[in-house]
């Protein structure tokens, strides 16, 4: 068939090049019609291919490939090829796609990610099966069964643009062969043949036992192979009969041997490695063949002598072993192993020549070419046979160098690639200091040699040993098992790649001479590089101890060093995940398994993940992830896994707010996990238990360590004495001694003192009360940061330091040593290696003395240090200067210091050495030195907190009794109406503990205890009303509960199976709760802290508890925290100053923290391509259609710091309207998508009312709808010091948004849609709070002593910048059908501005509460959300000043007709006509009021008829009700939409004029949580005694 495209195509497709070459026509504008389909239908077995000609990087996807059986002629072209129905097979991404649905995810290569120039092909094979081909390479069937008389497809899909056919037709000999072997292999399954494999015929091949016994004939002689056991057999077939006729396959060969060799190892492992009775007891002298020999030479071993001289062997009988039954295999062929000299295979690559006998491989023209350069060894590899070359030549022009290892490919039969890493199967490769198996890495960082750092005359050998582990040798050096599981027949491969050109086959294998070279090329990975290592064994040591240790599988992107101690991702600043490792070994009941993080990244954000799991490590095939496996099927099995501050079980959510937050962690913290005896599994942080995780944990799980995002390197703290801690950062107490370091005699408490000096270098920051110091700018500056200490050092005492953290971005680290100059008299210099006179420090393994070098190879090597290492210094009394690693000795460094001088610390935080922290000061005396001893840490002990003891206050509910001054509270009746409030608010860390005295247990339930907002000042005297039965029913306030083991937010349940169960209490269990600084609910039981309850929880809270059920009596145990003057912090900008009952409060004087001057902030270049920069990049503008507007500011957020923008234009023609977040890295290469929800890394999001997460929601009903912000709204972002993003709308901080936003952060904006034009106006504000915002509280507008839209002298209003109401459309709508009414303008204010517009976007805007205080005495009202308020005007004989300072505020429902009447009159009356065409519902309540008739004297009786009676509440919600307020039908003039309106008053009520009662429409559900239904109805006679100021309209 023709290799060409059918004229027929998607609608943006171009056909050129005689239609070979097709091009999506406005690829930047457009992602998608890009349908192209081969001209003829395809035949079986020819390869369709294209040429991925060009790509643009403007979208997300690719190329999509497949076969249809639609005819293109008449084929009505969809949008992309998954569109495509009727008998298509579609291969997009790595996903294969029948008529538009999945049936295969995980498929061959990512057509994502694909290159320009990159091959790929589809086939239908003769068996009905489709074929994926990338690049040549056959990917396997990716469906069957499919029909004749297919259409090759080709979608130009997202970042691909045009593609050429390069040819159609049927694969090559090599890929034919490939293909056979596939249809060979599958019908081999189904069949019993009679096979030679190499030589050697068995007329009953004992299945895989003699495939093994077959790969371990080695060198002419037979190893002894034990049996397998029946237990460990394998699923995969092998022929049971063998015929000559029948040769196995390479692929098939090597498949089978290496599955045995699997199983042969694993026997191994379970002590079945001995050969027993009952083995093969069959001569396998019998019925060899020699008449299949390599064309290699190295004759048959079995049968007669080769022409090649490969020597003869025995064929005859072996006698089994003694005992054993079993036999041996002493059948060899020849060209398989052979006594020959190792040489290179005269079948090479296409550049290579080969010389010196075979012995040389040269690459030729090495300046033009870097590639084609594989050579392979003429035999296949002995077992522990050494295979040695010698580089001979390099050149300098190239990246990349020298690769070798092994392949069980023939060269005979390879068709040799370019590099031998295009490879995919049968082949493991050292490529540069990693190892890639099948061109895949399994492993980036194996050694501490880099390939591609070998000069020339350096030598690298690798040995395949009989135990099938692989071992490369660098100059002589064992680089440790590459390789654990090898099949048994490979051959030595060489690729002369990049800088390599020449190498020669060595046979002397003496390397001492070598040796000396490897410092040179060494990668120093951990501080015991260059420690002898211990002997590799594959079976533990019986002597040694049980120890816990990493297992040598782990993730692709995790390297295991330090003996198995430490993990790591060498390249942390390259990849986030595939750092999952697991311990060697099962975890034993009760064993703590911790790890000390070592170093971290700031680049991702996430880090480190702990737990256990099921899952063997030696059978795992790793996750990216831990927690994205999700095997196990019970609750009994699988992976728990501590992420974040959560628990998570094969991969789902079981605890949402656990414990400690892990993303918080940094280098030095430790976290550990253990599976206790009852099954129960906790997590420990820092060694503080925090409390149990998961119950029904099974035994023999392994320990799982995932090193994400930032985590980079964790090493086991099993052994604490070769483990040093890091430096407690308290500052009080005791000092805290390093171990093995030296310790004063005296024991004095002088460590105190020690500090850096506030002089320094230029690049040195001193912080943590001058105990640390680091380099800022560490990836742009090296040096100018030298640090000096406080003081001089006395004799003999020690000044040490700990390396916090380290980049490894320079060469070169910290250098330490002493001066005798002051630091008042110091210059600093770029280094102090610079300074020419009293100066002493170590640079390296170089002592200098003022700047010259007095001596090298000192006992230690700086340069060599990690994370965590300690460094200390000392000058003893006779003048000599020691250092200490790690807290050990390193002899004398140089002597003569002048005894009598004073000499200062000197540290210098040069190159890699960014951090360090002072540990310990006290050194001994005359350098005589005591050991610390060294003592697991315990758990915190709770001691008594002094201060003044708590009390209860003496509001409560009607069934408890107070006793001992408010310290005990007793329930003397029934099983409820128990509540007890703390006296006073709960201070941020303070406990609140009870003991429980007494149980009654003829109740069931017991004690729930928490957190309110609910002030019992506030409440009613009478302890009869205000309060609900139970805790769980308390709604008028925000109310956090633990009741049982739920915990509750307003009686809502938020999470099960907290911790320890409340209602298995008795007497003399103690129960606490407190608020922590991080804003979370934590409540402890017995003094241990279950850990976080609830989070968000409110700054002004009451500790409250429920005596219910069978609880009857509590006691305080606990005292209120005694303020020290000094520590009082000063508000934080997060905190809430317009809450509620915050009236009366006057401003402290002196409380506004200190200004501190903001970072001026303005917008990235790097931006959207429809966005225009002005204003010196203040301000942004869309230029062009609805999206590709994002933006980003230069500058990172910093803490505390409100960035705000204000919307300058907005565009009615587009619906929907900006978003803004922040981004957790570098914007400056940032490639924008089209809308910020395409930003996947990273990113959180405010859109609409919802908070997203890497474009997931995470939260709903947060703040107002963005949408519907009108121009001039300010909204803005701040990230407060607990590492939480807030939203400020118009100066209102609207809550908590997200939480464990990281540093650096950048605020990120999305003009979309309606919103086209922004400006930055945070440099305009000093702070958040102060004079620079206009804008107040709402809760100021309700409170104080105004109402609001009645008199401009007492009213408020919001800024006119930034009044939301102008462009609200509910509003607009109101409005109309006000002007519907046609009501007299004098009736309403003539400023429209007082009006005020209560949906749920305009109050979320304004910051409302949802309810208020008004008037003499104080008495709630709620806000009418949903009603939109239109100021009246008051008649000028009114006493406003009074009324709107003394009087309440009430709501009064009223029918449509009576309106008019009730303003003429200025009271409420009634009325019953209307203009609309719909009459009001009539409704009647159970007392007989029927609300068009409420006011008329018909209704009432005949005394009341003078003064009618008139219902008012404090609410709308029952004001509100379709009884009061009937609904009236109408239509928009605007829209010509129907709508449904309510009417009704919001007016000022005078105390004692009305009566409160009971609801009278028999309702039993609560109408308002704040209000009981007894007491939600008003009732007056007064007619003076309400005032109109606010007509409110509903409309649906």
Partial sequence: ?????????????????????????????????????????????????????????????????????????????????????????????????????????????????????????????????????????????????????????????????????????????????????????????????????????????????????????????????????????????????????????????????????????????????????????????????????????????????????????????????????????????????????????????????????????????????????????????????????????????????????????????????????????????????????????????????????????????????????????????????????????????????????????????????????????????????????????????????????????????????????????????????HGVVLSGRPLHSNEVFQVRIDKMVDKWAGSIEIGVTTHNPAYLQLPSTMTNLRSGNTNQSGTWMMTGNGVMHNGTTILDEYGHNLDRLKAGDTVGVVRKEDGSLHFFVNGVAQGPAAWNVPPSVYAVVDLYGQAAQATIMDDVADLPPLPEDSSEGPTVMSPSSPCSVAGGNSANDLRFHQLHGTNAVITNGGRTALRQNCRSEFNDAIVISNRCLRDGELFEIVIQKMVDRWSGSIEAGVTAIRPEELEFPNTMTDIDYDTWMLSGTAIMQDGNTMRNNYGCDLDTLTTGSRIGMMRSATGDLHYYINGVDQGVACTGLPPGKEVYAVIDLYGQCVQVSITSSSGPQDNSLCTSNITERSFPIHSPVAGVAHRLHSKHGKNVVLLGEGCQAVRVGGYAHGIVFSAKELKTDELFEVKIDEVDDQWSGSLHMGLTTLAPPELPSCPMSGLSPTLTQLRSKVTWLLAGSEVRRNGLLQRQNYGASLDRLTVGNRVGVKRCSDDTMHVLIDGEDMGPAATAVAKNVYAVLDLYGRVTAVSIVSSSVLEDAGSVKAPSLSSDSCSEGEEDRMPVEGGEPALVPNTVMAFLENHGKNIQLSHENLTAARVSSYNQGLLVTAQPLPRQQLFQFQIDRLNASWTSSLSLGVIGHSPDRLNFPSTACCLKRSVWLLQRDSVFHNSLKICENYGPNLDTCPEGTVLGLLVDGNSCLHLYVNGMDQGVAAQDIPTPCYPLIDLYGQCEQVTIVTNNVATVGGEGIKARCQGDMEKADMVDGIKESVCWMPHPEVNPNKTCEYQA???????????????????????????????????????????????????????????????????????????????????????????????????????????????????????????????????????????????????????????????????????????????????????????????????????????????????????LYGLLIRVE
């Fill in 1373 to 1587: 709508l109101c409005s109309r059908f006000k002007d519907l009414l046609t009501l007299p303008d004098g009736y309403f204010n003539e400023d429209a501005k007082y009006n005020l517009c209560y949906c749920e976007s305009c109050h979320k805007l304004r910051g409302d509460e949802s309810y208020y205080k008004r008037g003499e005495p104080p008495r709630d009202y709620a806000l009418p959300f949903g009603w939109c308020r239109f100021a009246l005007r008051i008649k000028p004989h009114c006493d406003v000043s009074n009324s709107f300072k003394q009087w309440h505020i009430a709501y009064h429902g009223t029918s449509v007709g009576a309106l008019r009447r009730t303003l003429d009159h200025a009271q409420l009356l009634s009325g019953t006509s209307s203009i609309f065409s719909v009459s009001p519902v009539k409704m009647e309540g159970p007392n007989g009021y029927s609300e068009p008739e409420e006011n008329s004297s018909n209704s009432l009786p005949d005394r009341d008829r003078e003064v009618p009676r008139v219902q008012l509440s404090p609410t709308m919600r029952y004001s509100g009700l379709e009884m009061f307020a009937p609904k009236v039908q109408f239509r928009d003039p605007r829209s010509h939409c129907c709508h449904q309106a309510q009417v009704g008053f919001q007016v000022c009520v005078r105390p004692g004029s009305y009566k409160v009662g009971p609801q009278t429409l028999g309702a039993i559900e609560p109408l308002d949580p704040r209000f009981s239904n007894t007491e939600i109805e008003w009732i007056t006679k007064d007619q003076g005694g309400t005032l």
């Fill in 1 to 577: 068939m023709a290799a060409e495209l059918h004229p027929c195509s998607g609608k943006l497709i171009g056909l050129s090049n005689s239609n070979r070459t097709a091009q999506r026509n406005q690829p930047v504008q457009e992602f998608n019609h890009g349908l192209v389909l081969s001209r003829e239908p395809l035949k079986d077995r020819d390869v369709f291919t294209v040429r991925i000609d060009k790509k643009v990087n403007s979208w997300s996807g690719s190329i999509e490939i497949g076969v249809t059986s639609l005819d293109p002629a008449g084929l009505d072209f969809p949008s992309s090829a998954t569109g495509l129905k009727g008998g298509s097979w579609i291969v997009s991404g790595c996903s294969v796609l029948r008529d538009g649905r999945s049936v295969l995810e995980e498929y061959g290569r990512d057509l994502d990610q694909l290159s320009e120039g990159d091959r790929v092909g589809i086939q239908r094979s003769t068996h009905g099966d489709l074929h994926l081909w990338v690049n040549g390479q056959d990917c396997g069937a990716a469906a069957s069964g499919l029909p004749t008389g297919l259409w090759a497809v080709v979608d130009l899909y997202g970042k691909c643009t045009q593609v050429t056919v390069v040819s159609c037709e049927p694969p090559s000999l090599a890929e034919r062969d490939t293909e056979r072997e596939t249809v060979e292999e599958r019908e081999q399954e189904d069949e019993e043949e009679e096979v030679v494999v190499c030589g050697v015929r068995e007329g009953e091949f004992g299945g895989l036992t003699s495939a093994v016994n077959l790969a371990a004939a080695t060198n002419g002689t037979l190893e002894e192979v034990p049996v397998l056991p029946p237990t460990h057999n394998r699923p995969d077939k092998f022929p049971n009969n063998l015929e000559p006729e029948t040769v196995l396959t390479e692929h098939q060969l090597f498949d089978v041997l290496n599955n045995a060799i699997v199983s042969l190892y694993r026997s191994e492992d379970n002590g079945g490695g001995d050969l027993g009775g009952g083995g093969i007891g069959r001569d396998s002298g019998t019925g060899s063949r020699g008449d299949r020999g390599s064309s290699s030479g190295g004759g048959s071993v079995n049968g007669n002598s080769s022409d090649s001289g490969g020597g003869t062997g025995n064929t005859g009988s072996v006698n089994s072993p003694a005992g054993g039954g079993g036999a041996r295999l002493g059948a060899v062929t020849g060209g398989m192993l052979t006594n020959d000299a190792l040489l290179f295979h005269e079948k090479c690559g296409t550049l290579i020549k080969l010389s010196n006998n075979n012995k040389t491989a040269e690459r030729r023209r090495p300046l033009d070419e870097f590639n084609n350069g594989v050579v392979m060894t003429n035999r296949p590899l002995r077992h522990n046979e050494m295979f040695e070359i010698r580089i001979d030549k390099l050149v300098d022009k190239w990246s990349g160098s020298i690769e070798i290892g092994v392949t069980t490919h023939n060269p005979n039969n390879l068709d040799y690639p370019a590099t031998m890493t295009n490879l995919r199967s049968g082949t493991i490769m050292m490529s540069g200091c990693g190892i890639l198996t099948n061109g895949k890495g399994t492993r980036r960082e194996y050694c501490e040699f880099s390939l591609d750092e070998l000069q020339e005359g350096d030598h690298i050998g690798l040995m395949h040993k009989a135990s099938g582990a692989l071992h490369f040798y660098i100059n002589g050096i064992d680089q440790g098992v590459a390789a654990a599981q090898t099949p048994a027949v490979v051959y030595a491969v060489v690729d002369l790649y990049g800088m390599a050109v020449k190498v020669t086959i060595v046979h002397n294998h003496n390397h001492s001479d070598r040796l000396r070279r490897n410092n040179a090329i060494m990668r120093a990975l951990s501080p015991d590089v260059g420690r002898p290592r211990p002997a590799h064994s594959l079976t533990p040591d019986p002597d040694t101890p049980d120890r816990l240790l990493f297992h040598s599988n782990c993730g692709q992107k995790a390297a295991i060093i330090s003996e198995g101690r430490t993990a790591l991702r060498p390249h942390a600043t390259d990849d986030f995940n």
